[in-house]
């Protein structure tokens, strides 16, 4: 490709409105233009790095087993209607209506699509397994657009879907897929982690989610450097930092505590340790008859160390609490403690109250907690002592750095990630409410067994540039990049010699299938080198009348401090050991 016949686009700065490295990258490198909100054209040079990522996508998913199909994006009402997601999804879930007045979806993500076609084509135990795929068009109409490609409305996505005849086949669907990511990111050169994690709205029980390791992602990946132990942190589990409670060792005392509201203030004021104090957070989950109405409430006081953040995911999944919970009102919370937020603790409540307790609170003992008066707290405070036992203890934290690992193979430690694959295991979920069933070997139907795997295409040019870019540009790994070579000839169009030259590298790559880029604009060195190392190109090869005539020609990749002088007649070899080619 000569960049003439190309369209090349670059920007000196990126627009006003561009968050982030990846967002303001791709728009300076003319990857991406904004049509709205979270709405992007892909521009030539962006659409040559998804085709390479879709391409290693297909051959990795043909090569796990799985089977391409297309479904399409406007998806009619009635099946998600059907799974109950037409109601439970919020205004994410774009829904529109034909001039019939039918109702849609412009779909997110295709479980009932799939669930619908499996039902109808899938009916004997013989045509199991089956996992079938695609890479299609996504809308979720997010309520805050950003961040480029990262957090857009519209974006490309490769889901797949297994269906097996039992949880045995389900578990072996869902390996083969965990391997095949493991493989596509491998290949596309990305550093990853692939991290145990919650099933979220999507419902289902095995988790993994692939997360590309960048300083600027919004996801916090716990792991142990010593062990296989990785998880997303609302997952990670949080073992009790205090094996066995200690005797009390102090008095039960009412502390005046002016003006001091946090436990972090309270624990300076008494020249505690912050790990010393316990924080009070209070749920509420309300009873509903048939109409929805709301007949009764229960509040709850939720425990964690001062140091501690509650994880709101982990109390979720707690037995009374996993059918929704809200935090309380200040009129439940006067109500039932008789104080406002910021004083609050387990002690003297006016009304009865469900106590869960983080393990490591409930292994605390002569703590600090709030003492439901304005302006005072409680210290010394003894379980069973001066307070009944907790109602409850849970793993109701976030962890933090230096934590044990809970395989007991050294400690924790986190770092951040951008997610940008997930598998599933679902079970029955949809089958279930779709009455995807089959005939097993005596002729009874059975529900079929599930497993769902998506990857972000188009997410992944955003990760991939926060990973890999410097103050010139993009950084891209070589699977990735829209040309791996970029060929700069110094007067190209003065010089007869270095056109000879570059012309002739040209062809010869290209007849080694390599995706090289020619740039015969004629532009100065300068310009034409910022062009390449905005876009990220790995591989640069120099041509110019000077080098020539010493026979040589400079090499440079776009992580090099410097260029290499090699001899004219051995830059094909020498490429050729870059590339692997």
């Known amino acids: ?121 899938l009916r004997s135990y013989r045509q199991l397994p089956k996992n079938f795929y695609h890479i299609q068009t996504k809308f979720r109409d997010e309520r805050r657009p950003r961040f480029g490609v990262m957090r857009g409305r519209e974006f490309t996505m490769k889901d797949a879907y297994s269906f097996d005849r039992d949880v045995e086949g389900a578990k072996k669907s869902y390996e083969a897929m965990y391997a095949a990511y493991c493989r596509i990111f491998d290949r596309l050169g990305l550093t990853y982690r692939a991290v145990a994690a919650d099933t979220g709205a999507i419902g289902g029980d095995l988790s993994h989610e692939f997360q590309v390791i960048a300083d600027t992602g919004e996801d916090a990946i716990v792991y142990c450097p010593e062990s296989d132990y990785a998880a997303n942190i609302e997952l990670a589990e949080a073992v009790a930092l205090i094996a066995e409670r200690a005797a009390a060792s102090q008095a039960l005392e009412k502390t005046p505590t002016p003006g001091k509201s946090t436990c972090a203030e309270v624990a300076e004021l008494l020249g505690l340790p912050l790990a010393r104090t316990v ?185 991939a540039i926060e990973q890999n870019h410097d103050e010139r540009g993009i950084i891209w790994p070589d699977a990735m990049a829209p040309f791996t070579v970029v060929i700069c000839p110094i007067g190209y169009d003065r010089s007869e010699e270095v056109r000879a030259a570059a012309d002739r590298l040209h062809g010869e790559l290209q007849a080694l299938g390599v995706d090289v880029m020619l740039d015969d604009r004629g532009e100065r060195p300068g310009a034409m080198f910022a062009d390449w190392e905005l876009i990220g190109i790995p591989h640069r090869v120099v041509i110019s009348d000077r080098g020539l005539k010493d026979g040589k020609v400079e090499y440079q990749g776009r992580r090099d401090a410097q260029a290499t002088a090699v001899a004219a007649g051995e830059v094909v070899a020498w490429l050729q050991g870059k590339l692997s080619v």
């Open 1 to 121: 490709m000569k960049a003439s016949q190309f369209f090349i686009s670059t920007l000196k700065e990126a627009p006003a409105d561009a968050e982030i490295v990846s967002h303001k990258l791709m728009m300076r490198a003319g990857l991406i233009k904004r049509l709205g909100a979270g709405i992007y054209n892909y521009m030539p040079m962006g659409l040559r790095v998804i085709r390479k990522v879709e391409r290693i996508i297909r051959e990795e998913m043909d090569r796990a087993g799985a089977i391409e199909l297309l479904m399409p994006v406007v998806q009619p009402a009635e099946l998600w209607q059907e799974t109950g997601r037409w109601d439970k999804m919020g205004p994410e879930l774009l829904r529109v209506k034909d001039r019939h007045e039918r109702d849609f979806v412009i779909q997110p993500t295709s479980e009932e699509v799939i669930t619908d076609i499996a039902r109808q084509e």
């Open 279 to 463: 924080k009070s957070l209070v749920m509420a989950t309300d009873e509903k008859n048939d109409a929805g109405e709301v007949v009764g409430t229960q509040v709850w006081l939720l425990l964690v160390r001062g140091d501690h953040d509650l994880n709101e995911i982990k109390a979720g999944k707690l037995d009374g609490l996993k059918n929704g919970f809200r935090f309380a009102t200040e009129a439940e919370i006067v109500e039932h403690f008789g104080c406002k937020p910021g004083y609050l603790g387990p002690i003297g409540t006016r009304k009865p109250v469900k106590v869960v307790a983080d393990r490591t609170v409930a292994n605390m003992s002569d703590f600090v907690c709030g003492a439901n008066e304005a302006d005072f707290h409680y210290t010394g405070v003894n379980w069973g002592r001066d307070l009944p036992e907790p109602d409850l203890v849970a793993d109701i934290r976030n962890v933090v750095e230096g934590d044990p690992s809970p395989d007991g193979k050294g400690r924790l430690a986190i770092q951040r990630g951008i997610e940008v694959g997930h598998v599933f295991y679902l079970g029955t979920k949809y089958s279930k409410a779709m009455n995807a069933t089959y005939l097993d070997e005596t002729g009874k139907p059975r529900l079929m067994e599930m497993g769902c795997y998506g990857i972000g295409v188009t997410r992944i040019l955003g990760a």
